[in-house]
């Protein structure tokens, strides 16, 4: 019996693969699949399909889908960081440094602040886009006052528009060495080296397509070890994009949302 089985690769994090998306900046977690299946109509070969999956933007705090409504998240994926007030904001040229209650401070720069409003009128949170536009931001602008407030920034612009951050969301995009160490591991589990006994771990298609609990088991697999191969995929064209789709959203290219490479037995 031919067995087709699908390969998948995925470059990033549990982030991405829980869905859980950081709002800002806007990073963006890729993966390249691969499924192998007798294609019927091809002449007989076997039809090599390869798509992306791709999902972008950020969300706060650690939270399942409601494809995970039933399933915990193990216990070292997501570590709860305190949430942290801002305490003091000294202005600079073209930087604000802010305080946090545990006395780390960062500095952002008056641009970035603006350019990053969270107000309604520039972001629509709903969407994860900001609605301010980049031709109407000045670079060289600076902020006709600001206050701490309530534990956040506040900071009103030259023409009277008030932007306000929170301590929590500032800490999580601060600029400094440490923050950007504490982002690349948040909410990822501890990656696994293969040794020369390392057996690829194997699922089945028709489970991980309609059980939630062996996805999710499949997933953390996949972000220990960084390759899975799933079993027993339907031969037709289009089972990979099915699985894609049961992980997140399938990431058009220039090639258009899919293409096959076939192979022809030749004498």
């Known amino acids: 019996m031919l067995v087709s089985r699908l390969v998948t690769g995925v470059r990033g994090n549990l982030a991405a693969a829980f869905s859980l998306l950081p709002r800002d ?4 977690s890729r993966g390249t699949a691969w499924g192998k299946a007798a294609a019927a109509g091809t002449g007989g070969g076997g039809g090599w399909q390869r798509a992306e999956v791709g999902t972008g933007g950020m969300s706060r705090g650690c939270h399942n889908t409601a494809r995970f409504a039933t399933q915990a998240i193990p216990a070292k994926a997501c570590v709860e960081r305190p949430v942290l007030d801002v305490t003091k904001a000294k202005v600079d040229t073209r930087t604000t440094t802010v305080t946090f209650s545990d006395n780390t401070s960062s500095a952002f720069p008056f641009v970035w602040l603006r350019e990053n409003c969270q107000c309604s009128t520039c972001f629509q949170s709903d969407a994860i886009a900001r609605l301010f536009l980049i031709d109407d931001l000045d670079v060289h602008i600076q902020p006709k006052e600001v206050q701490v407030t309530d534990g956040s920034l506040r900071m009103e612009w030259p023409d009277g528009h008030v932007s306000v951050f929170t301590g929590e969301w500032l800490r999580r ?21 293969w040794s020369s006994e390392f057996e690829v771990p194997r699922s089945k298609y028709s489970t991980v397509m309609h059980n939630d609990k062996a996805l999710l088991d499949w997933l953390v697999v996949l972000e220990k070890y960084g390759v899975t191969v799933v079993e027993e995929a339907p031969r037709r064209v289009g089972a990979i994009n099915d699985f894609i789709e049961r992980l ?14 076939v192979t022809h037995v030749t004498p």
């Open 25 to 28: 900046p806007a990073i963006t």
């Open 173 to 193: 995009r601060a600029f400094t060495p440490d923050s950007r160490a504490a982002q690349r591991t948040w909410c990822m589990l501890e990656k696994k080296l």
């Open 248 to 261: 997140g959203v399938l990431k058009p290219t220039h090639y258009g949302r899919d293409y096959e490479i």
